[in-house]
């Protein structure tokens, strides 16, 4: 599990979101889980970057397509479309900024509010090795993600602490949930058609009580993603016509912006474009 995947082979296609405040270290997370980087002159998202990286679950590849989200209050709009679809979320703040703690539960109402209620969301204090700085404890952190029946991990994108972990606990909750669902079926393959849509009950996953961080004891009561799509020709259409979608939706917020601000944005849009490639 966590071995890098060279090829485009993969049994699942998991959408996740990398949602929280500006400068909380978003896009640094995402470099150092798909590309093993950090750059300490990360500059701020322009709308929404994504990459992808395949792991292994179990006999498992389950290629995870990760969007980053500016944080920006001026993207909000141009953020909200690219909730659709997600599965998994890690929700950023910053441990040594007390007010992108505070602003964790308007990000997860707006998570909440965009997608289905059944989403796996990892609450992630990032900048874990900054502890002479330190302005959430992790007692406070812990107390919001049981309240909020999230999952919850401290990471440092810098020394490449829990990274891995935090993304990889997130697929791996995903995928145990839709394997569960698939043996209710039977034992014949034939019994679930390839291509279709996997739908998971809030009564399907039972209470899991997590402990991914090694001073944290953090519970999980009712975390049931939402439907996943097995890898098939069918899912592939149907993605690449979404993207057309997306692409579209896109060009046409662009267009809204300043000439100086809209040239930033090809960047995203060409990297849109990598999708149906």
């Not at 993304?167 to 669902?181: G, P």
């Not at 679930?192 to 009564?203: E, N, R, S, W």
């Not at 799509?229 to 579209?248: G, S």
């Amino acid at each position: 599990m966590g071995a890098y995947r060279a090829d485009d082979d993969y049994d699942y296609l998991f959408k996740l979101v990398l949602i929280g405040d500006s400068g909380v270290g978003k896009s640094n997370l995402l470099s150092r889980f798909t590309r093993n980087e950090f750059s300490l002159e990360s500059k701020s998202t322009i709308g929404v970057e994504f990459a992808t990286r395949s792991i292994h679950v179990d006999d498992k590849v389950v290629k995870a397509q990760i969007w980053d989200t500016a944080g920006q209050e001026r993207y909000r709009a141009i953020t909200s479309a690219y909730y659709r679809g997600a599965v998994g979320a890690l929700l950023v703040y910053d441990v040594t900024r007390h007010v992108t703690f505070e602003n964790v539960e308007r990000w997860l109402k707006e998570l909440r509010d965009h997608t289905d209620s059944n989403i796996v969301i990892m609450l992630v204090g990032n900048k874990a090795d900054l502890r002479h700085l330190r302005a959430v404890t992790t007692e406070d952190a812990t107390a919001f993600a049981e309240r909020e029946n999230t999952f919850f991990m401290e990471t440092s994108a810098l020394e490449s602490l829990n990274v891995e972990n935090a993304f990889t606990e997130v697929l791996t909750q995903i995928h145990r949930v839709v394997s569960r669902k698939a043996l209710d079926v039977g034992d014949d393959p034939a019994a679930l058609p390839k291509g279709q849509t996997i739908t998971v009950g809030k009564d399907d996953v039972s209470a899991v009580k997590k402990t991914p961080f090694r001073h944290m004891n953090v519970k999980m009561d009712s975390c049931s993603p939402i439907a996943c799509l097995e890898t098939t020709k069918l899912l592939e259409v149907e993605r690449k016509l979404n993207c057309l979608r997306e692409v579209a939706l896109f060009a046409l917020l662009c267009s809204g912006y300043c000439p100086n601000e809209r040239s930033m944005f090809f960047h995203d849009f060409a990297g849109l474009l990598q999708i149906l490639s």
